[in-house]
């Protein structure tokens, strides 16, 4: 039976994260990934935003490690030359009525310490942009866009650099937690049996079902999926920043989002599923017209193409408040060397450097 000091659970932007800054402390580091790839699932599947930390409660985990996580990245990719564009967002009131909204976001974004963020006109709104439709907006400069699987490959090579080790199509089965180890039956095309004396869990979509395969483990939090589909522009886009409208239950609503090339893409929705489904319905694309046209009214006709669905790894239902993340150490289930994280969504791409910080003090406390 091999031994290894620290064994990350998933190869999503987060583990790949967690796994560089713990070789970057000295670690010996095992991640284990059931996929034959790279940040498959929920790390592939977004709007590859960096969000500047508007939307989210003062205090929570979420706002923290994204102002905090989003100044590391930026600076991270600019050290590592991985491509990005701080290109900016607008967030859009259509109407008089969400007026109240849009000043509410404000008041979260400056409670949480966002720079370069401010209410404008609906005049300076349309100077920016001249084909967007609103009676004001929100401009946050410092939301950007990033290539996450550039940035998954830089962390990753940081880590192997450090001499972590990737193992892909190498899922985890079981866990038995001793006193000062865990002793982890891995499948695959190898199977192999390790011990080691650390353990997170970075596996995402599926964080509790591998938390129910720990022995001695209980309490992960229930888990919803929310699935969110996405449709690309089949023209070149009227718009050089990001555009947002007011968020809904469950999401931030049907934005657009702009890759590096310039090319644009509508989504995501929300749609409360039971299992993992990443086909998209050409049908559902006629639901997102009229949301769209609130902003842009000038959408042509059948201009939305199927693009790609994401999955969201929730903690909350469709009838209940939005959760923040949830990073569970040895002080709350009395397993040393344990770190589980549940309901890494948005903002996690953006907060993964700093959601990787949180997970070495969990470990060092």
Same mark, same amino acid.
């Given at each position: 039976?091999?031994?290894?000091?620290?064994?990350?659970?998933?190869?999503?932007?987060?583990?790949?994260?967690?796994?560089?800054?713990?070789?970057?402390?000295?670690?010996?580091?095992?991640?284990?990934?059931?996929?034959?790839?790279?940040?498959?699932?929920?790390?592939?599947?977004?709007?590859?935003?960096?969000?500047?930390?508007?939307?989210?409660?003062?205090?929570?985990?979420?706002?923290?490690?994204?102002?905090?996580?989003?100044?590391?990245?930026?600076?991270?990719?600019?050290?590592?030359?991985?491509?990005?564009?701080?290109? $900016?967002?607008?967030?859009?009131?259509?109407?008089?009525?969400?007026?109240?909204?849009? #000043?509410? %976001?404000? @008041?979260? !974004? +400056? /409670?949480?310490?966002?720079?370069?963020?401010?209410?404008?006109?609906?005049?300076?709104?349309?100077?920016?942009?001249?084909?967007?439709?609103?009676?004001?907006?929100?401009?946050?400069?410092?939301?950007?866009?990033?290539?996450?699987?550039?940035?998954?490959?830089?962390?990753?090579?940081?880590?192997?650099?450090?001499?972590?080790?990737?193992?892909?199509?190498?899922?985890?089965?079981?866990?038995?937690?001793?006193?000062?180890?865990?002793?982890?039956?891995?499948? $695959?095309?190898?199977?192999?049996?390790?011990?080691?004396?650390?353990?997170?869990?970075? #596996?995402? %979509?599926? @964080?509790? !079902? +591998? /938390?129910?395969?720990?022995?001695?483990?209980?309490?992960?939090?229930?888990?919803?999926?929310?699935?969110?589909?996405?449709?690309?522009?089949?023209?070149?886009?009227?718009?050089?920043?990001?555009?947002?409208?007011?968020?809904?239950?469950?999401?931030?609503?049907?934005?657009?989002?702009?890759?590096?090339?310039?090319?644009?893409?509508?989504?995501?929705?929300?749609?409360?599923?039971?299992?993992?489904?990443?086909?998209?319905?050409?049908?559902?694309?006629?639901?997102?017209?009229?949301?769209?046209?609130?902003?842009?009214?000038?959408?042509?006709?059948? #201009?939305?193409?199927?693009?790609? !669905?994401?999955?969201?790894?929730?903690?909350?239902?469709?009838?209940?408040?939005?959760?923040?993340?949830?990073?569970?150490?040895?002080?709350?289930?009395?397993?040393?060397?344990?770190?589980?994280?549940?309901?890494?969504?948005?903002?996690?791409?953006?907060?993964?450097?700093?959601?990787?910080?949180?997970?070495?003090?969990?470990?060092?406390?």
């Amino acid at each position: 039976m091999e031994s290894v000091q620290t064994v990350v659970v998933g190869a999503g932007v987060v583990g790949l994260a967690v796994a560089r800054t713990l070789a970057l402390s000295g670690r010996e580091v095992v991640i284990l990934e059931a996929e034959d790839a790279i940040g498959t699932q929920t790390s592939s599947r977004n709007s590859e935003v960096v969000h500047a930390g508007i939307y989210y409660p003062k205090g929570s985990l979420k706002a923290q490690t994204c102002v905090h996580g989003r100044r590391m990245l930026y600076a991270y990719c600019d050290a590592h030359g991985v491509p990005y564009r701080r290109c $900016g967002k607008l967030i859009v009131a259509s109407d008089d009525s969400q007026r109240t909204a849009l #000043a509410s %976001l404000l @008041a979260h !974004a +400056l /409670a949480n310490g966002v720079e370069d963020i401010a209410e404008i006109s609906r005049a300076e709104a349309l100077e920016m942009e001249p084909a967007l439709r609103c009676v004001a907006a929100l401009h946050s400069a410092s939301t950007g866009i990033v290539d996450s699987h550039a940035l998954m490959l830089s962390y990753l090579g940081e880590a192997q650099a450090r001499g972590a080790v990737l193992a892909l199509r190498s899922p985890l089965l079981a866990v038995s937690a001793a006193a000062d180890r865990f002793e982890l039956e891995v499948g $695959g095309e190898q199977p192999m049996r390790l011990v080691t004396a650390e353990l997170v869990n970075c #596996a995402g %979509l599926g @964080a509790q !079902a +591998l /938390a129910a395969r720990i022995h001695g483990y209980r309490g992960a939090p229930r888990g919803w999926y929310a699935k969110g589909n996405y449709y690309s522009l089949a023209a070149r886009p009227p718009f050089s920043r990001l555009i947002y409208p007011i968020p809904e239950p469950g999401g931030l609503g049907i934005h657009l989002t702009l890759d590096l090339a310039g090319q644009a893409r509508f989504g995501p929705d929300v749609e409360w599923v039971d299992q993992i489904d990443y086909r998209v319905d050409p049908a559902r694309a006629a639901g997102f017209y009229g949301s769209i046209r609130r902003y842009w009214p000038d959408l042509p006709d059948g #201009a939305l193409m199927p693009g790609y !669905a994401g999955m969201r790894p929730k903690l909350s239902g469709p009838d209940g408040p939005a959760a923040d993340f949830m990073i569970e150490g040895p002080e709350a289930h009395g397993i040393p060397g344990l770190v589980q994280l549940y309901g890494i969504e948005s903002p996690g791409l953006t907060a993964s450097l700093a959601l990787a910080d949180e997970v070495l003090r969990h470990l060092a406390a």
